[in-house]
Structures are given as structure tokens and as C-alpha cells.
């Protein structure tokens, strides 16, 4: 139990991978052998690669007959033991959302990777966007919380797939790889470690596995099948699993747990990046994803124009970096986030910050270039002296 | 150094694959390579194009702004591209016969005779795509020819690859021919 | 003997929330009866159970591993688990409109793979818990709570739909044969495959009372005489069959 | 000769009155008891222990799994 370092599958080296393949190679070095999914644009590479690599490490997959079937028997095999992984894009993550609350109010831990593609609805299902932001969050019913991470290159979907999967098992949450097009279908170099540091679940026997006398802590998750007799049940429950669907403390000490073991842990799940922020830029840059390489690239060419532009880079969405982006914003004049939505992410930092942000947005199911930031913030500079 | 490379022309003339395998090659070398494509929901027939971005380091953003090397496998694709190339020293390399380059732009331009080759060699059109790689290597050096035989190794198998690996002979010899020009 | 079956239970949580004479308390009777003849232990068997009335038969009443999941999904649920560990006893227990109507999908899909789960189908032909409104199951004519004037949409008939779909063991009978019910349970346990069993079960409280008179004695005194065993159908004309609920087993592959 | 009989347990704290163990006796072994009780309905009593035969229907078609029958020494 806890984190421990194992040999990872893959030979280390130098690979040339797709971002899907990235995303299948970490999970099976995070230790995933359960995988169910449903064949979607631009995701399904993810599932492809993995029943290769399954075949090494004596994976099970199955492909369901929808995304609803998919996220279903990943549930079931996460309590039989498994750390399940699908992928998925918008279309698929709308079904999947009833059981993701399903989840989330019975601690199980999965690895959902959505590799965003323009919406809504159909909409352009090979090209990039950005507008699942907001529906990983919110998109089922009632209060609980997720984790979601954001890559932005190759090697970052494999690193963060691995740190999904350990933030998974560690608050018994589904977890986020929240990707786009632009990163799924790309090609680069990946760097593969011979070890990798994994988190493995404490069963603890015998402990009620919905409750922790710890405040917002993480109770033990037992296993199927060890003669426990769990009580799993998506309806409202005590600490042992029976439902207690008519008392009102039970249902508000639940909530406010599986919430709470997620906020209060913020600061050991949140984790950003940033550039030219030491100097109290004028303009600070929010992006995320495959936009803060447009962005990172953009800042370079306005730095060299003698602008004073800085980049913050929101590796983890969920939850929100909340102090990392105020502290960042206080000393900026502007903030401007470029984002392939209409705004899903600059509203969030809207509501942090007592002032105007600005919505750089564009849905037209390509990713943002830098001359598009690099123009946006030079006519700025013009207009606002 | 970095080098932006655009393929394009429609679904299943490989123009996927051959970005895939000039990246490959360029990480071989050492280098770091990002490939990308745009494509429709079709699998055949539609507009297809595929980008390499070769640097000595990390590649901020991985897209083609501006391609240095354009290679162009039907007209509509050499026509939607042309102008998007680097004025000053960009080249196009274009199958000769299904592209007839436009005299207003003032670029070097390489025919290669990629498809007449492959189907006149191999009967299979499907390695002009190689063919034509393997001369814009050979012609500017981009890549090492031995790591594009490699990158070809590793990304192909079976009698695709050995018919690939061939046409990357075709391909050298096609492009030492056009640089003596 | 029904306290031998006690050590099966959670008994802390008894009496059942189901309804006087509802049933589903024959049929989770006829399930622990069924495994504790096979001398299965329950330690190593897993219950998976949707949302409605029939899902509560496993959950919480057995002791045992149990996964009460949502509305439709059960199946797909069972699914992952006995992928995942094909050392569990995967057996699924849930009501009509969960496995049937909104799960459905998942129903002939997992016949499809022929699955090694067992499927127990209890149908009342109607939604019981949320205040009786028609169901996939409900037969024609019937009044419920959004048929005032009858059921007019032909009812499903489930052993079919999975015989069809694959299923390798298929069967139906009502809780009123509750000695052929429990052999049949027996029978699906112990296949390997897709078994599933459809149980008829009688719902006093929101079937009863619009549309048959009297005790839930007197439902199940009509079930009886509404079902006719697959031998005796084979020899009837198909007017004659027209209003009856064929029961036995229908493929035991 | 040892011979056996029936004994019948209600477990009247499990038991909802639905009356269907005895319309199912062909024996009339069980019964109503004269008062009510606190769920609202008369309780199930065993009447005449002596005409059972131990078939057991009572007990497999307690939908509260409220009844045992056992063949005891007499």
C-alpha cells in the first residue's frame, strides 16, 4: 500500500509515440490491467494500443457496447481489484456521466482519459477543442469532486497518465486525463524511466470502507472477492455501505467527505507551470492543454519585442489552482487566456479575481496558433498604453 | 536548427505515415521530431495533410506556421499550400505527374516522379509516398538516409516493409538525380 | 427451513422493505435456497442489482459481496467484475425495467458474449417502486398508473429476446412453482455461460390493485392459472395461447 | 420406534401478514390470531400442528422468509 517504485513494463529509451499510445504505454506502467471501452474519434487509439500492450501483461479489455457499458464494467473490475482505465471524447464522456457520479459517491478509483474533440454534439470529430472543460467538473448530477490533469506535449500524457492512475488510487476518485486532439494525435519524443513510482490501495480488512475518523481523509478500499461482504451501493450510505437514504446527517457528513477529501487536499494535487512570471509581466497568459504551447511560444516572440508577457500553464484543471492563479495574477495589469472554447476556463478565473479577464477563445476545431496571442497582445499594448 | 516539413495530399496516399516515418527518422538522428495530420471523418479520398516539425530541442509549438519543405501529393493540396511556404528558402517537392506547380510562385520546385515509379516498379502505387520521401531526404538532407531506413523498420512490418524499404532506394536514386539538375 | 438460511442474510436489516405478499421475497427465498443446496460459498460469489424493487432482493439483505449500481446498468457492471476475476460467482438479480427496458442493451449484449453470469429477471410487469407506470413487461390491456385505459404496446417476451441474443441458458417460471423455480437456479448457477432466468413475481400493491381483486394469494392463484408449462403450450393452438405465459426452460445448452 | 413430527416457527418480528402461507395450506394448518397486531394486521399463529405434514409449501412461499418447518422427535 502506499507509494512504492516498480519496474515499469516498457523498455526504457527514446520513443516516437502518438499521444493516444503515450497515454496506453503510462497506464500500463502505472499498473492498469483492466481496460473497457467504446470506439470514438479522436480516442480510440488509446484502446487500440492498449490491447497490444495487454497481450505483454496479461490485461483484460473488453469493448463494450457503448460508453454507458464502458465506465460500467470499469467500476465493476475497479472493486474486483483492476485500476480500470477508458478514453473516451465528448460524445462518449456525455454517457458516461451518471455512473462518473456513480463513482465519486462510491470512492472507486478509474482513469478516464478524454481526449477533446470539437463540440458539441457530433461536431468535428477529428479536430481539436477544448469544451469539456467545465462537463468533466459539473456533468453529473448532484455535489461531489474529480480530478482532472491537462497535458500539454507526447511525454506528458504518459507522465500524467501514470499520476492519474496513483491520484486515482490515492483519494478513490475517478480521475481526469483531460487531452484534446491536438495532444492525442500527435507524434513525439517520448522518454521512457526504467522505474516508475506507483500507489497501490491499502484494502485494510475489516475497516468500514466509506468513512475515516480522519478529517477529509480517504478511507481503505477493500477488494471483491477477500470475503468481506461489502456493501456497495450508489444510494446514500454509512460508513459500512448500508443505505441510509432518509437521514439527513448521514447524506450531509457523505457529501461534504467526498468533497472535502479533495479540497483540502489541493495543494498536493494541484500542480502548474510557469514562464516569465519573476519580473511582474504586464500581461499574464492562462492556457492549458495544447493552447500553452501557442502560448509558451507566443511569449518568447513578444518577450523579444520587449513586452513584458508571462505564462501560467494549469497542468491539473481540477482542482482548480485556485492560489497558484491569483498569486500569479496579482502583480499583472492584464489577464488573457486563449483557450479552443468560448470561455470555459477564463469564467473560473473570473470568479477568483475581483477584476476583467480577458477571453481570448476560438472554436473553429483548429488549435490556436501564436500569431493569433502574439497580434491579440500587441494590439492591446497599442490600445492600452 | 529547426526544420518544418508540411505532406499533403488526399486520404490514402500515406501522407500519414510518411510524416510519421520522417518524424521517426529525426528522433533517430537525435533530434526532436512532432507530427501531426489533419484529416476528415473519411478514411479515403478526402484532403489530407501531415506535419513534421524537426528541431535540435523542444519544440514549443508542434505545428507547421510556415513550411520550409512542402511536399505535395495531388493538385488541390499543392494548391491550398503553395503560398504557405518559408519565401526565402522554402522548396517544394511535388509528384510530377499528378501536380502541375503554379509559375507564379517563386520557389524551387522538385518534380519527382513518385507515382509513375512506383507503379512502373513496383506496380503499387501505394509506395509513392516513399519514394518521394526517401528523394527529399536524399535531396535535403533533413534527415540521415540511414535513420529513415531505420524509422521505416521500426514503424512498418511484413511485406510492407520490404516493399518500402526498396522504394527508399528508388527514392535516393530519384533524388540524386533531381539535385544534379 | 427458512433459518438455516439466515446465515446468508444480513438479518440486522429485516423485516424486507418489500411489500406484504410482494413476490420478490419468494424468489430471494428460492435464490438462498438454490445456493445453499449447491453448498456454494457465498464469500466467493458477488450480487449485482440495478435500481428498482428487484434490485433490493441481494442488496442489502446477502451477506455476501454485493453491488448495488445504477438504473439499467447492472449487466454492464457484472461485466468488468468477472472479466476482472473470473473466480467470482457473478450472479445478477434485478427487476424487469432495469434489465430489460432501460438496461436492455446491455442484456443482449452480455448474451452476445455469453458471459458467464447469471442473470435472475424478476418480473412484475410493472414499475413497483416509483408508483406503477407500464413497463416493457407489462401484458396487453393492463391498467397502470400511465395506461389508465390499458396497456395497448405488445409486452416483451425476455426468454426470446436473450435466446435470440445467445443466451445459453434460458428459462421462465413464476415464484408460484417455486420448487421447478429453484432447480432452474440450480441449473443457471451452475452453467457455464449466459444463464438467465426469468421469474414472474407478483406485485400486489401497484399490478394488484389496479387490476385484479383480492388477497396476494388470489394474484398468485391467477399467475397459476395464466402460465402453462412448454409441454403443455407444444400441444395448444396459438389462440389458445394468446392470453397464457409459457414457462420451463427454453434453452439448456 | 422413534417417529417424527412437524414443529413451525413464525418469526413474527419478519412476518407482514399477507396470509398467502395460509390459503397455501391444503391442510388448514395455520391460522389468524384474534387481536391485531401493531403493523396492522392479525398475526399468523399455527392452529393445528398436528395435521401437518411437513410439505414445507408455508415455508418456501413466505415471502418474508418468516417461516421453519422442522420434522422434530415426538
Given at each position: 500500500m502506499g507509494y512504492r517504485k516498480i519496474r515499469g513494463v516498457t523498455p526504457p529509451g527514446q520513443y516516437f509515440l502518438q499521444g493516444d499510445e503515450a497515454c496506453a504505454e503510462g497506464a500500463v506502467a502505472a499498473g492498469c490491467r483492466f481496460f473497457a471501452g467504446y470506439p470514438i474519434t479522436p480516442a480510440s487509439e488509446v484502446m487500440e494500443h492498449i490491447v497490444r500492450r495487454f497481450k505483454d501483461c496479461d490485461g483484460v479489455f473488453v469493448q463494450m457496447e457503448d460508453e454507458i457499458g464502458s465506465i460500467a464494467a470499469m467500476i465493476g473490475a475497479s472493486w474486483a481489484g483492476a485500476k480500470p482505465m477508458t478514453s473516451t471524447s465528448g460524445p462518449g464522456l456525455s454517457l458516461m456521466m451518471e455512473n462518473i457520479g456513480y463513482a465519486a459517491m462510491t470512492e472507486t478509483p478509474l482513469v478516464i482519459v478524454d481526449i477533446q474533440r470539437a463540440g458539441p454534439s457530433t461536431g468535428q470529430a477529428t479536430r481539436p477543442g477544448s469544451g469539456d472543460m467545465l462537463q468533466v467538473k459539473y456533468g453529473s448530477h448532484g455535489d461531489y469532486e474529480i480530478i482532472a490533469l491537462s497535458p500539454w506535449s507526447v511525454q506528458e500524457i504518459y507522465d500524467m497518465t501514470i499520476r492519474a492512475f496513483n491520484l486515482a488510487e490515492r483519494f478513490r476518485v475517478p480521475v481526469f486525463v483531460l487531452s484534446d486532439e491536438g495532444v492525442g494525435h500527435l507524434r513525439e519524443n517520448v522518454t521512457v524511466e526504467q522505474e516508475v513510482t506507483v500507489f497501490e490501495r491499502d484494502k485494510a480488512p475489516g475497516q468500514p470502507p466509506f468513512h475515516t475518523d480522519e478529517p477529509g481523509g480517504v478511507p481503505p478500499m477493500p477488494c471483491f472477492?477477500?470475503?468481506?461482504?461489502l456493501l456497495v451501493t450508489g444510494s446514500t450510505h454509512d460508513p459500512f455501505g448500508y443505505r441510509k437514504t432518509q437521514v439527513s446527517e448521514v447524506h450531509e457528513r457523505l457529501v461534504s467527505r467526498l468533497v472535502g477529501k479533495i479540497r483540502n487536499r489541493a495543494d498536493e494535487i494541484v500542480d502548474t507551470d510557469s514562464y516569465f512570471l519573476d519580473d511582474g509581466p504586464d500581461v499574464l497568459l492562462v492556457a492549458y492543454g495544447i493552447t500553452a504551447r501557442a502560448a509558451l511560444s507566443a511569449a518568447k516572440v513578444l518577450r523579444d519585442e520587449g513586452q513584458k508577457v508571462g505564462l501560467l500553464r494549469l497542468r491539473t484543471i481540477w482542482p482548480f489552482p485556485e492560489r497558484v492563479v491569483v498569486e500569479s495574477a496579482q502583480k499583472c495589469k492584464e489577464v488573457v487566456v486563449p483557450e479552443l472554447n468560448q470561455g470555459q476556463i477564463c469564467r473560473e478565473i473570473e470568479r477568483l479575481l475581483d477584476r476583467d479577464v480577458i477571453s481570448l477563445p476560438q472554436t473553429n476545431g483548429e488549435t490556436m496558433k501564436p500569431t493569433k496571442i502574439i497580434e491579440f497582445v500587441r494590439e492591446r499594448a497599442v490600445t492600452q498604453p | 536548427m529547426i526544420k518544418q516539413v508540411r505532406i499533403c495530399g488526399f486520404?490514402?496516399?500515406?501522407i500519414v505515415l510518411a510524416g510519421v516515418i520522417l518524424g521517426h527518422a529525426g528522433i533517430l538522428d537525435g533530434k526532436y521530431a512532432a507530427q501531426s495530420s489533419s484529416y476528415g471523418?473519411?478514411?479515403?479520398?478526402s484532403a489530407c495533410k501531415s506535419e513534421v516539425v524537426i528541431s535540435d530541442g523542444w519544440i514549443d509549438y508542434p505545428h507547421v506556421l510556415k513550411a520550409d519543405i512542402l511536399i505535395a501529393m495531388s493538385q488541390p493540396a499543392y494548391n491550398k499550400y503553395c503560398c504557405d511556404v518559408v519565401p526565402e528558402h522554402g522548396v517544394i517537392f511535388h509528384d510530377e505527374e499528378l501536380v502541375t506547380p503554379n509559375p507564379q510562385i517563386a520557389l524551387s520546385h522538385f518534380p519527382v516522379p513518385a507515382t509513375q515509379r512506383a507503379l512502373q516498379?513496383?506496380?503499387?502505387?501505394?509506395?509513392a509516398n516513399t519514394v518521394l520521401l526517401a528523394a527529399v531526404v536524399s535531396v535535403t538532407g533533413i534527415v540521415t538516409p540511414d535513420s529513415l531506413k531505420l524509422a521505416l523498420d521500426k514503424t512498418l512490418d511484413g511485406r510492407h516493409l520490404e516493399a518500402n524499404k526498396k522504394a527508399v532506394d528508388v527514392g535516393f536514386q530519384l533524388g540524386s538525380i533531381v539535385k544534379k539538375h | 427451513m427458512s433459518k438455516h438460511l439466515y446465515k446468508y442474510l444480513r438479518t440486522e436489516v429485516f423485516p424486507t422493505p418489500f411489500c406484504s405478499g410482494c413476490g420478490h421475497g419468494i424468489l430471494m427465498g428460492a435464490i438462498l435456497r438454490a445456493i445453499d443446496e449447491l453448498g456454494y460459498d457465498m464469500d466467493g460469489m458477488l450480487f449485482v442489482s440495478g435500481i428498482g424493487c428487484g434490485a433490493w432482493i441481494p442488496s442489502p439483505h446477502f451477506a455476501a459481496d454485493t453491488l448495488h449500481v445504477t438504473h439499467g446498468r447492472p449487466v454492464a457492471f457484472a461485466t468488468g467484475a468477472k472479466l476482472f476475476k473470473p473466480s467470482l460467482k457473478v450472479v445478477v438479480i434485478s427487476g424487469d425495467g432495469d434489465i430489460a427496458s432501460i438496461g436492455g442493451n446491455h442484456l443482449i449484449h452480455a448474451a452476445r458474449r455469453d458471459i458467464d453470469l447469471t442473470i435472475i429477471c424478476a418480473n412484475n410487469?410493472?414499475?413497483?417502486?416509483?408508483?406503477g407506470q407500464v413497463a416493457a413487461s407489462t401484458p396487453l390491456g393492463m391498467r397502470t398508473s400511465t395506461t389508465p385505459d390499458g396497456n395497448r404496446e405488445r409486452p416483451f417476451d425476455l426468454c426470446k429476446l436473450v435466446e435470440a441474443a445467445g443466451g445459453t441458458y434460458v428459462s421462465r417460471y413464476s415464484v408460484h412453482q417455486v420448487k421447478p423455480l429453484i432447480r432452474s437456479i440450480q441449473r443457471g448457477l451452475e452453467h457455464t455461460g449466459l444463464s438467465f432466468i426469468e421469474v414472474l413475481s407478483p406485485c400486489p400493491t401497484q399490478f394488484g390493485r389496479r387490476n385484479v381483486s383480492g388477497t396476494a394469494f388470489e394474484m398468485l392463484q391467477t399467475l397459476k392459472e395464466d402460465c402453462v408449462s412448454r409441454q403443455k403450450a407444444e400441444t395448444m393452438g396459438s389462440e389458445e395461447l394468446k392470453y397464457k405465459i409459457v414457462t420451463g426452460e427454453f434453452v439448456t445448452s | 420406534m422413534r417417529s417424527l413430527v412437524a414443529h413451525i416457527e413464525i418469526n413474527q418480528a419478519w412476518c407482514k401478514g399477507c396470509q398467502i402461507c395460509v390459503e397455501i395450506c391444503s391442510r388448514g394448518v395455520l391460522g389468524y390470531a384474534t387481536d391485531v397486531s401493531d403493523k396492522g394486521f392479525r398475526p399468523i399463529i399455527v392452529e393445528k400442528?398436528?395435521?401437518?405434514?411437513?410439505?414445507i409449501m408455508c415455508e418456501l412461499m413466505c415471502p418474508d422468509l418468516a417461516i421453519t418447518v422442522e420434522k422434530v422427535e415426538k
Open positions: 472477492g477477500d470475503g468481506e461482504k | 486520404g490514402g496516399q500515406g471523418a473519411e478514411a479515403r479520398g516498379i513496383f506496380d503499387n502505387r501505394l509506395v | 410487469g410493472i414499475y413497483g417502486m416509483t408508483g | 400442528i398436528e395435521d401437518c405434514t411437513g410439505c
